[in-house]
């Protein structure tokens, strides 16, 4: 379809044949421009229909990494949470255990200083008792002593007699 076309002219006006001729030339032309672009046309839609789907694809792929690293950071944050949880209550059972031997520890303290105190009572006791015994041993021997003597002087005197 370039450039200006000129007609032969007839009797009445220009030549039928070779407007004709330029008419059905035109229209094969068009013809044959409107089957390339609806080809064109048919082409793109398919392009364009192979791109949606694979948009789809990709939309529903990062959909689905997004729920994944959602579930993920879900995961870890219920994961920390009970971490923490545990640590609390970690720390807390220890505190209340070191609150337990502190008191079992303050009671064998006392315990110790009540023993202690006894044991001292007792060394006192037996130290007197002791000293009793000494001293009713002195006696007794004493006692014997005189008892001895006195018999050994009635037998020397029974002897002399």
């Known amino acids: ?18 407007v004709n001729a330029y008419i059905d030339k035109l229209l094969s032309e068009v013809s044959n421009s409107i089957k ?14 192979d791109i949606k789907t694979k ?13 994944a690293k ?7 944050l ?17 505190a209340r255990e070191m609150e337990i031997l502190k008191a079992e520890q303050e009671k064998e ?8 105190e006894e044991v001292r009572e007792y060394r006192i006791k037996i130290s007197e008792t002791l000293k009793k015994l000494d001293f009713q041993m002195n ?13 050994v002087s009635e037998m020397c005197e029974e002897e002399q007699h």
């Open 1 to 18: 379809m370039g450039g200006v076309k000129r007609f032969g002219t007839s009797l009445f006006g220009y030549k039928k044949s070779d």
């Open 36 to 49: 390339d672009k609806e080809t064109e046309i048919l082409m793109l839609k398919s392009q364009l229909k």
């Open 55 to 67: 948009y789809d694809e990709l939309m529903e792929e990062a959909e689905a990494k997004k729920q």
């Open 70 to 76: 959602d579930r993920v950071a879900d995961i870890l």
């Open 78 to 94: 219920d994961a920390r949470e009970q971490a923490e949880q545990i640590i609390k209550k970690a720390a807390a059972q220890h």
């Open 109 to 116: 303290r006392e315990k110790l200083v009540i023993m202690k």
């Open 139 to 151: 006696t007794v021997e004493r006692e014997l002593e005189q008892l001895v003597g006195n018999d």
